[in-house]
């Protein structure tokens, strides 16, 4: 420590910041790096001095941040020193006066330009312009070429202000824990961060569900002592024969995170008590001299097979080959000693670092104009983000949607003829596979041959599979092969060619459109042709020139009539609010002057209620929220309030792409308005049944049921009940009711 430090030893929150830049230190000096401790305290002492005397929301010491990050950096990931001054310096240019010119004299190029790359992405995540998160997620991808320690370094950086999330305003939290959830967790698992993508992942859930997230954790804490029970139980004789083999190894339960409990939850519609597999069984090994790692794993696994029944159809073997994150590991699962399956998960120790703190810290950093050593499965992937990256002018959203193909999908198999290897996503069909061997194939690709067999271009490939792609000179991408293929290489490829035909198409269609204009003996300018597009329905010229190219609209030689008629503007206005409203016919619509648009207090929640006529509020018909579901408010072009659950996908869009116009709101009690939800019923298909059913849900309750479908199967029925309801409890009340029905199995609440 030199003397600046020591200049007001008593003040507590000096003492704060020295102790836990002793901890990065200390924990940096236990690391495999080269020791660089003086250039991480200059570091340090320069950020330090930078932030002085500015302060976080919770009242802490600015510099505790990018202390925090830089702590991940070493610890979560594994990186050295170059991270890690980077990850202290990160804030320095984005929040004082300091340049990167700055950060270059005292700290060399590199880290300059990690700090650079950081600054540039960081716009707004924590300001008020964040609306546009989708074209900051791009440019925080571009970066990847260039070093990926500029996102390691982001992704820490969104790791420590979600862990410090409960000091921002609430409107804020549900932004950045949607944003989160939307991006940087599936990047944390794509770049095999495993441990850093489960804690993002609760943290989100935990402000987006604070009543599940606790819900789950209790139950976990009430079940904890009979699981450690079983588990004992099981690993007794499993230990006896690894010890035999001289073997030394960790062997532990892993509970599963809360967000992955909630999800299956979620997505299965079942209860907690309902999930099985709440946790797996993982042996971690030391290697032995002679023994490769691979053969520990399989002679573990048939130390197991010994002693459990294996379920031959869950055998996962990550170790012959890794997953493109680069995780490594050989899954099985037995039959544990009370009948239920247990999955076991066999690792080294170097595959268990992989697995943990990501394939990133094995990275061996690309220096520009140097060639790659080895074409790793990483690098394979930021290549083809890369390539579409750079595809002409991609819409920020669908943008989006396409990476988070590549981001989430498990992997499989496939063979060509000649018998070599590819890798393609879960879901990945013949056209997939064909645009993954080049382009020009995809393109141009009429069919496949799987295992030798003829299949059409949307056939899914499983594991295993042997494909030959047949071609011919004359095909070209079709629209809707869009509907089917799963990488986004291939969708990014279809829609440039769908794109540039189009613009083509539109060029003819504009020619068209202006020789008619010539014709009628008008002049043309940029208003008239607006008028014509829009008395057929196109609010975009382009769009109008197409379909008039394909002869989907033929211009009449009355053009003179429409141009002319109606020819003021607050026509056309109203014209153009039809189409945003989405009514078919647009002389209905009244011309409405411009209202001003509502303002909205964003430090209380919004409260959800009706009125005398009406709700202060709009119902999204995507999730189709109820009073008294997790929610969030949209505003939308209009300035209402859109309500969709908490949890419904679009919504998450939304709160990435705008979080600017998300709101908190709150359900006040609703009497008169009704809304519509769905309850599935099971069952034994008992004459009367049915009958007590809905004498009880119309009796009892006098709610309306408006749709009702039973199906029934040797001797029993499955149900879909669609009613109107007042609120959550409603729908409670109902459930609970209907279960206690002689016969009717479960009852739950459905999204459709
Ligand atoms: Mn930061």
């Known amino acids: 420590m030199d003397k600046s430090d020591m200049q007001n030893p008593i003040n507590p929150d000096e003492i704060m910041i020295q102790n836990e830049f002793e901890k990065l230190k200390s924990d940096y000096l236990k690391s495999n790096h080269r020791q660089k401790i003086e250039l991480i305290t200059k570091a340090f002492n320069f950020a330090n001095h930078a932030h002085n005397g500015v302060k976080r929301r919770d009242g802490t010491p600015y510099i505790m941040h990018p202390l925090a990050v830089a702590l991940i950096c070493c610890n979560g990931m594994g990186l050295g020193s170059t991270s890690i001054c980077s990850a202290l310096l990160h804030d320095v240019v984005e929040d004082t006066d300091f340049t990167v010119e700055d950060i270059k004299n005292m700290f060399g190029e590199k880290i300059a330009q990690i700090v650079n790359g950081l600054t540039k992405i960081s716009g707004g995540i924590f300001g008020d312009q964040a609306s546009e998160q989708a074209e900051n997620f791009r440019r925080l991808l571009l970066t990847m070429n260039s070093d990926i320690r500029v996102i390691l370094i982001k992704i820490a950086d969104r790791l420590h202000n979600m862990r410090t999330l409960g000091s921002m305003r609430s409107d804020k939290q549900f932004k950045i824990a949607g944003e989160t959830l939307y991006i940087y967790a599936p990047l944390a698992y794509r770049l095999g961060l495993f441990t850093i993508k489960s804690e993002l992942e609760d943290l989100s859930f935990k402000y987006e569900h604070p ?55 979620q997505a299965k519609g079942v209860l907690f008590e ?34 459990y029944q294996i379920r031959p159809e869950r055998i996962r073997d990550w170790v012959g080959r890794p997953k493109t994150n680069g995780y490594q590991a050989l899954h099985l699962t037995v039959m544990g000693p009370n009948g239920q399956w247990i999955e076991i998960q066999i690792r080294s120790h170097r595959m268990n670092d992989i697995a943990e703190k990501g394939l990133a810290a094995h990275w ?33 959203l669908d943008f989006l949607d396409t990476i988070k193909l590549d981001l989430f999908s498990s992997d499989i198999s496939v063979f060509t ?151 003021d503007s607050t026509w056309l206005k109203s014209v153009r609010q039809a189409l945003r409203f989405g009514t078919k016919d647009s002389t209905e619509v009244a ?87 769905t309850l599935e019923v099971k069952g034994i298909d008992t004459l009367g049944v049915l009958s007590t059913m809905t004498k009880v849900i119309s009796d009892e309750f006098n709610v309306n049921i408006q749709h009702l479908l039973i199906e029934a199967n040797d001797g029993v029925f499955e149900g879909k009940i669609k009613l109107k309801v007042h609120s959550v409890e409603d729908i ?6 209907l279960s206690k029905i002689k016969n009717v199995k479960s009852v739950g609440r459905v999204a459709e």
């Not at 499993?238 to 083999?245: C, E, H, P, Y």
């Not at 220096?367 to 790793?376: G, L, M, P, S």
């Not at 001003?596 to 509020?617: A, M, V």
């Not at 408010?633 to 919504?651: E, Q, T």
């Open 732 to 737: 409670q009340r109902l459930c609970v009711t």
């Open 591 to 677: 011309v409405e002057p411009d209202k001003e648009k509502p303002t909205f207090d964003k430090t209380k929640p919004y409260i959800l209620s009706e009125g005398t006529y009406n709700l202060n509020y709009e119902v999204a018909s995507c999730c189709k929220p109820i009073p008294g579901d997790d929610a969030l408010g949209f505003i939308n072009d209009d300035g209402k309030v859109v309500v969709h659950k908490r949890s419904c996908p679009i919504a998450m869009k939304l709160k990435a792409s705008f979080g600017n116009r998300i709101l908190t709101t709150e359900w006040s009690s609703h009497k008169t308005a009704s809304f519509e939800a």
């Open 364 to 396: 061996k950093y690309k220096e520009k104009n140097k060639e790659i050593e080895e074409d790793t499965e990483l690098d394979k992937w930021v290549n083809t983000i890369t390539e579409i990256l750079e595809s002409p002018d991609p819409n920020a």
């Open 211 to 265: 009543e599940d997230y606790a819900s789950i954790h209790d139950k976990l804490a009430q079940t904890e002592e009979a699981r450690n029970t079983l588990f004992e139980y099981f690993a007794e004789p499993v230990r006896d024969k690894l010890d035999k083999m001289g073997l030394k190894y960790e062997m532990r339960a892993r509970v599963k995170s809360a967000y992955s409990i909630w999800h299956k939850m």
């Open 417 to 567: 003829p000649k018998g070599d290897i590819k890798t393609l996503p879960q879901g990945a069909t013949a056209l997939d596979f064909a645009y993954s061997l080049h382009t020009d194939i995809g393109n141009k690709c009429i069919g496949a041959k799987v295992n030798h067999r003829l299949v059409p271009l949307s056939h899914r490939l499983t594991s295993g599979d042997q494909i030959e792609i047949l071609t011919s000179r004359s095909q070209e991408p079709q629209p809707e092969w869009l509907s089917f293929v799963a990488t986004a290489k291939a969708r990014a490829k279809i829609d440039a060619v769908l794109k540039r035909t189009r613009k083509e198409g539109a060029k003819k269609g504009e020619e068209k459109v202006l020789a008619a204009f010539n014709k009628a003996g008008i002049e043309t300018n940029s208003s008239k042709i607006d008028k014509l597009a829009l008395y057929f329905g196109f609010p975009k010229r382009e769009d109008f020139y197409y379909s008039v190219e394909k002869g989907n609209v033929m211009i009449p030689d009355n053009i003179k009539k429409i141009v002319k008629d109606k020819a």
């Open 274 to 307: 309902d999930i099985y597999d709440l946790y797996a069984v993982r042996i971690v090994f030391e290697p032995l001299p002679d023994v490769d790692d691979k053969n520990l794993c399989w002679d573990i696994y048939s130390a197991i097979t010994d002693i």
